[in-house]
C-alpha cells in the first residue's frame, strides 16, 4: 500500500470532510441540510463525550476516506460500547485497505477506550462492504426497526 495514515478530523479538514460525507449519504440516496453538515462537523470535533469523534483517511496526502464513532452507554454492559456510524472510502480507492484500516482505528479507540464491542449497520444490498465486514466482524441476527 501507498502511504496511508489514519488521524482524527481537524478544523481544517472540513472541506474534504464534506466532499466525502456527502458522497457517502449520496451513495446511500439521501441528503441532509446545511444545519446538519454544519452541526455533525462541529460535534464530531467537540470534546462532548456523547458526540461522535471523527477519523480521515489519507493516502499519499490525499484525503480518501472518513469513520465517524461513538461510544455510549448499554443495559447489558457496565463499560460503554462503540457504535461505528458512517464510514466510507472513495470508489476509486477500494480494495486497498482503506475501510479496513479505519475500522481497525475504530478498534483501537475502542480499546484505549475500554469499550468491549464495536458494532455497525449496512444496508443489505452493500455487497461490497460487506465482503470487508465478513472478515474482520460477525454478522448479527437483529433486525433493525424505527419509528417512521
Not at 4 to 10: A, E, M, N, T
Not at 33 to 39: C, D, K, L, Q, R
Not at 82 to 92: H, S, V
Request: proline share 5%; hydrophobic share 40%.
Amino acid at each position: 500500500m501507498s502511504d496511508l495514515i489514519i488521524r482524527p478530523l481537524s478544523p481544517a479538514d472540513e472541506a474534504d470532510w464534506r466532499r466525502l460525507w456527502t458522497a457517502y449519504l449520496d451513495f446511500y440516496d439521501s441528503s441532509v441540510p446545511e444545519g446538519v453538515y454544519a452541526t455533525y462537523f462541529r460535534r464530531v470535533l467537540g470534546d462532548d463525550p456523547r458526540d461522535y469523534n471523527g477519523l480521515l483517511a489519507v493516502l499519499d496526502g490525499r484525503p480518501v476516506g472518513l469513520a465517524h464513532y461513538l461510544f455510549h452507554r448499554h443495559g447489558w454492559k457496565i463499560e460503554d460500547v462503540c457504535y461505528l456510524q458512517d464510514l466510507y472510502a472513495d470508489p476509486e480507492v477500494r480494495g486497498q485497505g482503506i475501510g479496513r484500516a479505519l475500522i481497525e482505528a475504530v478498534y483501537a479507540e475502542a480499546d484505549k477506550a475500554g469499550a468491549p464491542s464495536v458494532y455497525w449497520l449496512t444496508q443489505e444490498f452493500n455487497s461490497t462492504a460487506r465482503r470487508l465486514y465478513d472478515r474482520i466482524g460477525q454478522i448479527t441476527p437483529f433486525i433493525k426497526y424505527q419509528r417512521g
